[in-house]
């Protein structure tokens, strides 16, 4: 009789533990809709961004980060995802070193510097998860800076790529 209280206590502790599974954001098949209205009359504009092929430098593999449409497209720059540490990293078309763009690890009390922000320091004020739309569970991070900024696992890189770009 223990034994099977100890596994319904087991059992039910873990039902509110979902989005902890990490979810790698380099997958070759997600692409990222953009639409928008330029202000002032100056028209609307739709595309998306996409990874592209893989490339080496200096023995290390980087996925292309692209945008564009309909078979015409640019590269932006290179990312690179190392899952072990749940980190992502950034390479600008401009620059020979990558910089840290996700940190997917981070826990309550972290603080960290991200790409595009140099000397800017982001807390993290929570960890908890969120359910998507489609029933899916991501574990989500929010920052504080000036404003508070939510991050989610597997999301989040349309804004990051809109302000890089």
Known sequence: ????RLLLLLLLSTAGL?????VPLID????WNVAGILPHGGGAFNYQYFFGDTISFDDT???EVR???AGQSDVHGYMREDTVSR?????SIWDDESALLYDFSLEEGDTIQLYGDPGQEYTVLQVDTVELLNGDFRKRWVFHFIFIIPMLSGLKALE?????F
Do not use: A, D, P, W
């Not at 009789?1 to 099977?4: L, R, T, V």
């Not at 070759?28 to 692409?31: E, G, L, S």
């Open 1 to 4: 009789m223990k034994n099977i």
């Open 18 to 22: 979902h989005g902890q599974e990490y």
């Open 28 to 31: 070759t098949t997600r692409t």
């Open 61 to 63: 593999v980087y996925v």
């Open 67 to 69: 945008s564009g449409l």
């Open 87 to 91: 980190r992502v990293y950034y390479r």
């Open 160 to 164: 990051i790529l809109q302000s890089i």
